[in-house]
């Protein structure tokens, strides 16, 4: 089992910034990729970044250029740097851990971290 753990949202005017944490634990050694999601209020979980054991990454193209995914595989945990936010930046944020099994991929969730941006 893996356990995912977010820390770090909160409330932040436009224009400001926010660092979320993901801090993942248990079956960690075989964890590749991590990642964040959100959820808005009335609308479906949407993928936000994503990093691999190797640090590649990838992003959502609404936060392109303002959001930066980091990784520190000695604390296995992931970093989410927000800058720029915006009031539709407002989410639920969760951070997923994925492990391998034989030829399957696990997911493990967090239980979510509330990011709100005022405008």
């Known amino acids: 089992q893996v ?12 224009g400001g910034s926010l660092r979320l944490s993901c801090a993942a ?11 964040w999601y959100r959820q808005a ?3 479906q979980r949407e993928f936000v970044a994503r990093i691999t054991s190797g640090g590649s990454t990838d992003y959502a193209d609404s936060v392109k ?3 930066t995914i980091s990784r520190d595989n000695a ?7 927000m800058n720029s936010l915006k009031p539709e930046d407002t989410a639920v944020y969760y951070c997923d851990a994925q492990r391998a099994y034989g030829t399957s991929v696990l ?3 967090g239980q979510g971290t509330q990011v709100t941006v005022s405008s």
Request: net charge positive; glycine share 18%; no cysteine.
């Open 25 to 35: 634990s248990g079956m960690i050694f075989s964890i590749n990729t991590m990642g």
């Open 3 to 14: 356990q995912v753990v977010e820390s770090g949202g909160g409330l932040v005017q436009a």
């Open 41 to 43: 209020p009335g609308k």
């Open 65 to 67: 250029g303002r959001f």
């Open 75 to 81: 604390k296995n945990t992931v970093y989410l740097q």
């Open 107 to 109: 997911t493990y969730w």
